[in-house]
């Protein structure tokens, strides 16, 4: 019995040691993930944490792949709420873009913001299951690790990704061109 | 002749493919000029959409509570507002002693008028190991030796200018917080011995120094990534009549620190080895003008090269490497 605790003790700490290395190199990238889905980077923080909080309750086999599906959940639900609360969600496009904290040069902030909003219109014109492979894959998720979570097959992956590439940049040249024969 | 489709091209550039699969496109590929030119393309496509999505970040350090301190929190808002509190005090503190380190090399090289350039120093050191692995409680210049004398007048001095609190330089302060902790910089302090040794380069010094005295050091051999903020510059002397090492730190968005090293070919390298097994990652080298000294058997050429390194992945630094200009 004694020897049974000791050994369920053993395996847990492991597979806590490991859900923290994960959380280490993934903490980041999971807020970035929810923040190109909510724009808002407070709540992305609070809800990565909420994700990693589920994550040491659950301890999920396939950790990584485990994370972004319930990020991508909180994200829909956070959405919904907003929806709910009739707020305007910035994924429409002529909504500004919240920026949590201020730069420092003027010029810079302009030209990042302009730059940011023109990124963020591009993103807001693909279909949503193109935006959430694009998402996925940038976010480092394996092909089949997407497959899984967004229920394509293996092998469409790819072809989903290309057509969200192109029209990423399409879409971002397109707005690029129109903001410079707006400035002249 | 079938021509590789779009979408398998885009998955073998993204690793996704078998190694049969990717032995039967790269057979095709060696054989088939239009694919190669597709393959490229794709490339470019990658890098492009990484390098757009990477501008969606938020502008702020991205730093990971202590996970044992997130199974505690009870109110989300309430506790992010606590974590980022100390996130700031944390960069501060970090920042002050970074800064009095940094001024306080610079205050003795400035009042010292029979120093040695290539005297021992330990000013690298300030941009050294802040630590981004962000477990909190981090002392995060723990590990940074300070110059004694200079460092305690300069502390006091800046104390009474701005009452109790040493007010670093912004950019101090984010490259004390988050530059990476496995750094590239050798620790150990060089001796002027090695310095002046002309056989063993890789021993001189390395210098904190500003962006003025780098460009004046390194002409026109300055790295630089436009639009991003620069954080820190590093400059290691080299060999008589040839340019400068020299690394300059730049704030990607959303806090991860890119690093451009130029110089000499054997030099970069060098460096770029300390940083494997890291998850830091480098771009391909870039040629960069080299280095042409007079020497006793006639002009001596000296290749040069240029690398991004980062915590991000390569496509994206291959990205920044080909937006680098050398000023």
Known sequence: ?184 | MRHIPEDELHAYLDQALSRSQCVEIETHLAECGACRDGRDAIAAVRDRTTALLGALTPRRLIVPPPLALLAERKGRSAFRARWQERVKRAGLWAAGVAAAVGAGWVARTALDPHRNQSAPVTASLALTPATVEPRLDLPPVQSIPIPPQPTRTLVARSAARHGDEVVPAPSLQLASLVLPAHSLIPTETSTSAAAEDSHSPFERIWRVVSWEEALQLAGSGLPYIEGMPVVGVLVQPGAPGERPTVIVAQQYVGGDIIQSIEGPVGKVNELLQRQSGTDIHASEPARTPPDYVDGPAGVHRTLRILAVTGRLAVDSLNALARSATIR
């Open chain 1, 1 to 184: 019995m004694i020897g049974k605790v000791g050994q369920s003790r053993a395996t847990k700490r492991v597979r806590m040691d490991d859900l923290e290395r994960l959380y280490n190199t993934h903490y980041a990238a999971v807020v970035r993930f929810l923040y190109r889905k909510i724009w808002d980077a407070d709540r992305a923080e609070d809800l990565a944490q909420e994700v990693f909080i589920r994550a040491m309750a659950h301890r999920p086999e396939k950790p990584r792949a485990w994370i972004f599906a319930v990020a991508a959940n909180l994200a829909r639900d956070e959405a919904r709420a907003a929806i709910r609360r009739k707020k305007h969600l910035t994924l429409l496009k002529d909504d500004p873009v919240p920026l949590s904290t201020p730069e420092p040069s003027a010029e810079d902030s302009v030209e990042h913001d302009e730059r940011l909003a023109q990124v963020h219109g591009a993103l807001a014109t693909l279909t949503e299951r193109d935006r959430e492979v694009l998402l996925l894959w940038d976010s480092g998720l394996s092909y089949p690790e997407i497959a899984a979570q967004t229920g394509l097959a293996v092998g469409a992956v790819g072809t989903t990704l290309a057509r969200a590439r192109k029209r990423l940049i399409e879409a971002y040249d397109r707005m690029e061109y129109q903001g410079h024969a707006a400035h002249s």
